[in-house]
């Protein structure tokens, strides 16, 4: 059956998201457009995870914790992961492994948690934005000792993508998918690069603003829809 999806999205954790980027407001948007299926990616941090994941059963839709991880290249990747517990210890892992800089919210914006009534539950002291220590050849690996999967973000952009920082995607990094901005540019991209032939292939929002959301237009086929279902189909060498 086919689901619709949008794997990368922001909250108002992540300092760059909008303030109306809230659990309810994000997931309600998503049921609007016709999705069937989110992700929550904040830039290192999965916190606002459990209030989206509940604002989401609220109005039944399916909402899978992830994480947009930035590598100590400065590149960044998508982790996803089939429970709140997983998708946390991963939070703890990273949040162990990155630089720690003080937040300015009047240059990059505050960085709140919320419970699953938009209510404001604290902020994050130290900025979120810097690379980790974790690096992008061994990213995918690392996700997997923690129950998930990963995969490069809009691989097709000029800035912080594994393509503009590195040229190539090394198979040795071990990923099954990689992910556009802009699906228009995959005819290019493959003549460029011929791994992207052996890849599945995602196209997101990357959403800050809830403008930024896109209607239901990208879909994954599943025999059901469930967290397990998106990540197994993710990470099989058959194409999505």
Same mark, same amino acid.
């Given at each position: 059956?086919?689901?619709?999806?949008?794997?990368?999205?922001?909250?108002? /954790?992540?300092?760059?998201?909008?303030?109306?980027? %809230?659990?309810?407001?994000?997931?309600?948007?998503?049921?609007?457009?016709?999705?069937?299926?989110?992700?929550?990616?904040?830039?290192? $941090?999965?916190?606002?995870?459990?209030?989206?994941?509940?604002?989401?059963?609220?109005?039944?839709?399916?909402?899978?914790?992830?994480?947009?991880? $930035?590598?100590?290249?400065?590149?960044?990747?998508?982790?996803?992961?089939? %429970?709140?517990?997983?998708?946390?210890?991963?939070?703890?892992?990273?949040?162990?492994?990155?630089?720690?800089?003080?937040?300015?919210?009047?240059?990059?914006?505050?960085?709140?948690?919320?419970?699953?009534?938009?209510? *404001? %539950?604290?902020?994050? *002291?130290?900025?979120? /934005?810097?690379?980790?220590?974790?690096?992008?050849?061994?990213?995918?690996?690392?996700?997997?000792?923690?129950?998930?999967?990963?995969?490069?973000?809009?691989?097709?952009?000029?800035?912080?993508?594994?393509?503009?920082?590195?040229?190539?995607?090394?198979?040795?990094?071990?990923?099954? $998918?990689? *992910?556009?901005?802009?699906?228009?540019?995959?005819?290019?991209?493959?003549?460029?690069?011929?791994?992207?032939?052996?890849?599945?292939?995602? $196209?997101?929002?990357?959403?800050?603003?809830?403008?930024?959301?896109?209607?239901?237009?990208?879909?994954?086929?599943?025999?059901?829809?469930?967290?397990?279902?998106?990540?197994?189909?993710?990470?099989?060498?058959?194409?999505?």
């Amino acid at each position: 059956m086919k689901y619709y999806y949008d794997l990368h999205i922001h909250s108002c /954790l992540s300092p760059c998201g909008d303030m109306d980027m %809230t659990p309810n407001n994000l997931v309600n948007m998503a049921k609007l457009l016709g999705l069937d299926v989110i992700a929550l990616t904040d830039h290192n $941090t999965s916190r606002n995870c459990a209030a989206a994941m509940a604002a989401g059963r609220e109005i039944g839709l399916l909402v899978i914790p992830g994480m947009e991880l $930035t590598t100590s290249e400065d590149i960044h990747a998508v982790c996803l992961f089939p %429970t709140l517990e997983k998708a946390l210890a991963w939070d703890d892992y990273v949040d162990n492994h990155r630089i720690k800089i003080r937040n300015r919210a009047e240059i990059y914006g505050r960085q709140v948690m919320m419970n699953e009534q938009d209510e *404001e %539950t604290g902020e994050i *002291e130290p900025l979120l /934005l810097p690379a980790t220590e974790i690096s992008i050849m061994n990213a995918y690996a690392k996700v997997k000792e923690f129950g998930g999967i990963c995969f490069p973000a809009h691989v097709d952009r000029d800035s912080l993508s594994i393509l503009s920082v590195l040229g190539e995607i090394d198979p040795a990094c071990g990923f099954k $998918t990689a *992910e556009l901005a802009d699906k228009s540019k995959l005819d290019s991209l493959h003549q460029m690069h011929p791994i992207l032939d052996t890849l599945n292939i995602v $196209t997101d929002s990357d959403a800050h603003y809830l403008e930024n959301m896109r209607e239901a237009e990208n879909s994954l086929e599943l025999d059901e829809l469930s967290p397990e279902a998106v990540l197994a189909a993710l990470d099989s060498e058959k194409k999505v």
